[in-house]
């Protein structure tokens, strides 16, 4: 397993498709992953710190997961298969339990648990990214200085890559 760090979402164009960018810590493979909109407004809000008047689901399941006094320990991007990403939230005491990889991520963020991929996933979905490029990713990261929640008002796409 590889430790990530969510770099942001944006619309990819000109599909129109939400997308989340992960980043392989101490290396240079980004993992990119098609999101839904709701997904990709979740995690654009936890990455700005919005707090909305009312729990939106994955501010509903911290909660529901404080309240029954457990910890989120760690989320894995476990598999990738037919182009869909599968993850696992792994809580204290061993329990895991499969979940979308975009709702993982957003909870992740919410809760401030590591996020780590497997070396299987990153082999296959993983994009290098040499220093050279590294002009690249800076305009990525203005992009998502940018962007906003509202930004992502489509209902469609999944955890798959394109």
């Not at 164009?13 to 101490?26: D, W």
């Not at 529901?64 to 204290?92: H, K």
């Not at 990889?101 to 648990?113: F, H, K, N, P, W």
Request: contains cysteine; proline residues 7%.
């Amino acid at each position: 397993m590889r430790a990530l760090d969510v770099i942001g979402v944006r619309v990819e164009m000109p599909s129109n498709n939400p997308i989340v960018l992960l980043r392989e810590r101490g290396g240079d493979r980004y993992l990119p992953i098609w999101i839904g909109a709701p997904e990709a407004s979740a995690i654009a809000f936890a990455q700005q710190g919005v707090v909305p008047p009312r729990p939106l689901t994955h501010d509903l399941l911290k909660d529901v997961i404080e309240a029954l006094g457990r910890t989120l320990q760690e989320v894995r991007i476990v598999a990738m298969r037919d182009n869909v990403y599968f993850a696992e939230l792994v809580f204290d005491g061993g329990l895991s339990v499969s979940s979308r990889t975009s709702d993982a991520i957003a909870l992740a963020l919410r809760v401030g648990c590591p996020i780590v991929g497997a070396d299987e996933v990153l082999d296959s979905g993983g994009v290098p990214v040499p220093d050279e490029d590294e002009d690249e990713v800076e305009k990525f990261r203005e992009f998502l200085d940018q962007i906003t929640p509202e930004d992502f008002e489509s209902d469609e796409g999944g955890d798959a890559p394109r």
